[in-house]
């Protein structure tokens, strides 16, 4: 009985400290995009707006490896075995690819807009059972720098 007493608050204390921190991040990653709503990141293949010269480009890059923690691998483990989709690791995914998109915007702070964004991402496993330990995604795309533009990416 003991045992299944120390499972069971082991358990209940992997689901508090993992949502706490999830929640922390989350919170993190809301104020960090309010601050670099400024700076546009589209799939776009070509700029928002055409009017303008641009001065130069470049290629830039933001890349993120996030794990899950220990109560979501248990559940995903119990889903794998009643099968259907595993939702435990949607939050992981979304978080990670969201930071991605926060590092690729603060490595070019001076540029107006950010073009032809694309999404990588893979899973890095444990064991080879099939589980998720960690998921890592690239962000990259081309930012784009205007002629006349400050530092701040807006125009003079």
């Known amino acids: 009985m003991l045992q299944i007493a120390i499972?069971?608050?082991?358990?209940?204390?992997?689901?508090?400290?993992?949502?706490?921190?999830?929640a922390k991040h989350y919170r993190y990653i809301e104020a960090k995009e309010s601050e670099l709503l400024a700076l546009p990141a589209t799939n776009l293949r070509t700029p928002l707006n055409t009017?303008?010269?641009?001065?130069?480009?470049?290629?830039?890059?933001?890349?993120v490896v996030i794990s899950v923690d220990y109560f979501k691998r248990m559940l995903a483990t119990l889903r794998a075995l009643v099968g259907g989709e595993i939702n435990a690791y949607e939050t992981l995914v979304d978080r990670a690819r969201r930071e991605a998109i926060i590092r690729l915007k603060t490595s070019c702070l001076g540029a107006s807009e950010i073009i032809n964004l694309r999404l990588e991402t893979s899973s890095i496993s444990k064991?080879?059972?099939n589980q998720i330990g960690s998921v890592e995604v690239l962000a990259y795309g081309t930012a784009i720098y205007y002629q006349g533009a400050n530092t701040e990416g807006t125009v003079l």
């Open 51 to 63: 009017s303008k010269t641009i001065s130069h480009t470049e290629l830039v890059t933001g890349n």
């Open 7 to 22: 499972i069971v608050s082991l358990l209940l204390l992997g689901y508090v400290f993992g949502r706490h921190a999830e």
């Open 127 to 129: 064991g080879g059972r």
